[in-house]
């Protein structure tokens, strides 16, 4: 069999190498894979969160937590008014109680009074019928008194003593030799301390 013949243009033809030019990325669309870079896969790289590096950075409250908190202070201070409102209610009460026979008392203070005038009128003589009579005047103004001291009545002393304006009110002065100015000459009417109130002080007389 005889060779093919070789057709003269065929000698010379060479199989078609197909080159993609070098990438141009905007130019010719023959892209040379190899060399071409803009198809390139980019990887992105996430970078470290810093945030917690920086000192003075502190991330928000969430909001939950936030209204927690705001109501735990709330609490504390409601309860803390409550303990306040109970210790000022307890000390009203204790006054109240320790003070609850004042308008009593100041009633009795007049009848008092008058139980003392009339054991003055008594005289020496105790056999005479004033003094008979007086007797029993006597031992119910005793007894009136030690009740009046059960419940924390005293009498304030003021004979001879320096004005006091706290236990004293001065309804007359007198100038006396050899006495000194602002002592308590007489005392006209008793004065009383309840515990530790003055109920009604005492009317004296003076010194100038």
Same mark, same amino acid.
Do not use: W
């Given at each position: 069999?005889?060779?093919?013949?070789?057709?003269?243009?065929?000698?010379?033809?060479?199989?078609?190498?197909?080159?993609?030019?070098?990438?141009?990325?905007? /130019?010719?669309?023959?892209?040379?894979?190899?060399?071409?870079?803009?198809?390139?896969?980019?990887?992105?790289?996430?970078?470290?969160?810093k945030c917690h590096e920086h000192p003075e950075h502190k991330h928000p409250e969430p909001p939950h937590e936030k209204r927690i908190k705001?109501?735990?202070?709330?609490?504390?201070?409601?309860?803390?008014?409550?303990?306040?409102?109970?210790?000022?209610?307890?000390?009203?009460?204790?006054?109240?109680?320790?003070?609850?026979?004042?308008?009593?008392i100041k009633e009795t203070l007049p009848i008092l009074d008058n139980f003392e005038r009339a054991i003055k009128m008594d005289d020496t003589?105790?056999?005479?019928?004033?003094?008979?009579?007086?007797?029993?005047?006597?031992?119910?103004?005793?007894?009136?008194?030690?009740?009046?001291?059960?419940?924390?009545?005293?009498?304030?002393?003021?004979?001879?003593?320096?004005?006091?304006?706290?236990?004293?009110?001065?309804?007359?002065?007198?100038?006396?030799? /050899?006495?000194?100015?602002?002592?308590?000459?007489?005392?006209?009417?008793? /004065?009383?301390?309840?515990?530790?109130?003055?109920?009604r002080p005492a009317m004296v007389k003076v010194s100038e």
């Open positions: 069999m005889e060779e093919e013949k070789k057709h003269p243009e065929h000698e010379n033809h060479k199989p078609h190498e197909h080159k993609h030019e070098e990438c141009k990325c905007h /130019g010719h669309h023959e892209h040379k894979h190899d060399d071409c870079k803009c198809h390139e896969h980019h990887e992105h790289k996430h970078e470290e969160c705001e109501l735990e202070d709330s609490l504390l201070r409601s309860k803390a008014e409550f303990i306040n409102y109970r210790k000022r209610l307890e000390e009203e009460q204790s006054r109240l109680l320790k003070y609850c026979n004042e308008d009593l003589n105790l056999d005479d019928e004033v003094s008979k009579f007086l007797s029993g005047f006597k031992m119910i103004y005793c007894n009136l008194v030690n009740i009046l001291k059960n419940y924390g009545v005293i009498e304030i002393d003021g004979n001879n003593k320096p004005f006091d304006p706290t236990y004293h009110e001065a309804i007359m002065t007198e100038k006396r030799d /050899g006495v000194e100015p602002g002592m308590v000459l007489e005392v006209l009417q008793k /004065g009383y301390i309840l515990k530790d109130r003055v109920i």
